[in-house]
């Protein structure tokens, strides 16, 4: 018998890569991971690591193992569900990962919503991009994230975690509304010369970004950069730049920048991310409720902000799924 705090050890170094990042999870010594990890190795008769310069990686053997505390694991997380679901009253803290423009203009509504509702549920709320809050789920970090993903660039499919579509997010272009050419319906190719303010280099976000320029035919001209969609607002507002922003933007917010919705399929697509089996569990159940009803009210402000964006060519928002 394979004991299961080890296999959860193996497991973490899988997802984590290193093992001072999962002793820094796990709040043990290095030394402590590596003394369970050895004991596995008896436990199961094989080798299950094998140097890496100064790393370490899992061997052939271990990652057969690791497959298979997946589904232990999992069927834990849909028993730890059926447990809080036979309970009759809704409580705990469900730790909740989510990008800047949901963390903003959304996150806020749902956390009041779900924490008036259920006096005994207590929900943490970390930033953080789809490339972290993912293995942040797989490691236990987070519950469930909400997340992004752009065309071209699908979100990786696992069996260890469960997703679900919540809506579409348009992404326009922003340009100054002091810009003659605002007034006017736009086509990329006229703006092969411009400067553009773009998310940092290796991000999906860029990629997607140059892609879009590169099919109009040009190599975008990034001439600043930011992690940050309102700093690429005032960037675009002042007529340094030219950006693509999303309608989520919105919600709170009323436009200084003339947008413009380029072509059908501009959109990034937004799903909450959770480990398989744990999407039933009652809190996450009331969590994806409250989202889907603040998604209702935020796409009505969303339309009203964007009817008043000076020189606006269109006025489709996100649609609730």
């Not at 260890?160 to 509304?177: C, K, N, T, V």
């Amino acid at each position: 018998m394979y004991d299961l705090r080890r296999l959860q050890i193996l497991r973490e170094l899988h997802h984590r890569g290193t093992l001072s990042a999962v002793a820094t999870a796990l709040s043990y010594s290095t030394s402590a991971i590596s003394q369970q990890l050895s004991q596995l190795e008896s436990e199961v008769g094989v080798r299950l690591l094998e140097p890496d310069g100064r790393r370490v990686r899992l061997t052939a053997q271990a990652r057969i193992l690791v497959a298979h505390a997946e589904t232990i694991l999992n069927q834990l997380e849909e028993a730890r569900s059926d447990i809080a679901a036979s309970l009759d009253v809704i409580s705990g803290t469900l730790r909740v990962a989510g990008f800047q423009t949901a963390a903003l203009n959304l996150l806020p509504e749902v956390i009041a919503w779900v924490t008036r509702t259920y006096q005994e549920v207590e929900v943490l709320l970390t930033q953080a991009e789809p490339d972290e809050a993912i293995p942040g789920v797989l490691a236990r970090e987070f519950d469930l994230a909400i997340v992004e993903s752009f065309p071209g660039q699908p979100l990786v499919r696992s069996e260890a975690i469960e997703q679900h579509l919540l809506f579409e997010d348009a992404m326009r272009l922003g340009i100054s509304a002091s810009d003659p050419r605002a007034r006017f319906g736009l086509s990329l190719e006229q703006l092969a010369e411009d400067p553009w303010i773009m998310e940092p280099a290796g991000t999906p976000a860029r990629e997607w970004a140059v892609d879009v320029c590169r099919k109009a035919g040009f190599e975008p001209r990034v001439q600043y950069e930011s992690p940050d969609m309102f700093v690429h607002q005032r960037f675009a507002s002042q007529g340094l730049a030219l950006a693509f922003l999303p309608d989520l933007m919105w919600a709170n917010t009323r436009p200084d920048v003339s947008l413009h919705l380029l072509r059908p399929g501009m959109a990034r697509t937004v799903y909450t991310v959770v480990r398989a089996g744990a999407g039933g569990h009652p809190v996450i159940r009331a969590f994806h409720d409250a989202l889907m009803i603040a998604l209702n009210g935020t796409t009505s402000l969303v339309m009203r902000n964007l009817q008043a964006a000076p020189g606006s060519q269109s006025s489709r928002v996100p649609n609730g799924k």
